[in-house]
């Protein structure tokens, strides 16, 4: 299992009403963008939120939560949220929320 597909059915599902969503491969697992940027995604069994690096702390003061880190150099303003931290869908939709916020509030990709 490269990633968890039910997690991933969830995010789709606090998604569906927003437009411009895609979904990428990456990170071994997939991401959700909106208009082109990254907002969250699934590695693993684990939800990685995009919530920008003034918010990163705070992000990781939540239960649950640990720096995004694949390579022994932390990314700011990315956190995983193991499964205890969106075991209730509020929780999730919360933690969804966040990363479409700030995906939204950054200025339009370039990239193809």
Do not use: C
């Amino acid at each position: 299992m490269a990633y968890d597909d039910a997690l991933a059915a969830r995010i789709r599902s606090v998604l569906a009403e927003r437009e411009n969503v895609t979904e990428q491969k990456m990170f071994g697992g997939i991401a959700f963008m909106i208009g082109g940027r990254m907002a969250v995604g699934v590695v693993r069994d684990d939800l990685m939120v995009r919530v920008g690096p003034d918010a990163h702390d705070e992000a990781l003061a939540s239960p649950h939560v640990r720096p995004m880190d694949f390579t022994g150099r932390p990314m700011r303003g990315f956190v995983l949220v193991a499964p205890a931290g969106v075991a209730d869908d509020s929780e999730l939709q919360g933690w969804v929320e966040a990363g479409a916020s700030f995906a939204v509030s950054q200025p339009p990709s370039t990239s193809r």
